[in-house]
């Protein structure tokens, strides 16, 4: 059985209005191994956050009753905070676009 090393942590973040006031926008995270090869997956979700001195969430791609992938804790945490940086810099591109010259 081949072991593959991950290499690379992408991610991509759009800022969306979704149907409940907290979803912010959602994400897709790419992980490259050091063969070349890489898997896609979409589907996360980035929410406000409801606990003091974290301000967003991202929450894994699932349905009500199924959740689509389930990632070890440690790259949870890489992965997690891949999204909210990538989101973070994504908002305030938009924000900047949307301001009107003066």
């Avoid at 991509?12 to 070349?36: D, M, R, Y």
């Avoid at 699932?62 to 992965?79: A, D, G, M, Q, V």
């Amino acid at each position: 059985m081949e072991q593959l090393t991950i290499k690379e942590i992408t991610a991509k973040a759009k800022c969306v209005k979704g149907p409940h006031e907290n979803i912010l926008g959602s994400a897709s995270v790419a992980l490259k191994f050091e063969t070349g090869e890489y898997i896609t997956l979409s589907g996360f979700t980035i929410w406000k956050s409801q606990y003091e001195g974290q301000p967003l969430n991202v929450t894994l791609p699932k349905t009500k009753r199924f959740t689509y992938c389930l990632i070890e804790k440690s790259l949870w945490r890489k992965i997690k905070a891949k999204i909210i940086d990538v989101y973070d810099r994504e908002s305030i591109a938009e924000y900047v676009k949307n301001q009107k010259p003066q």
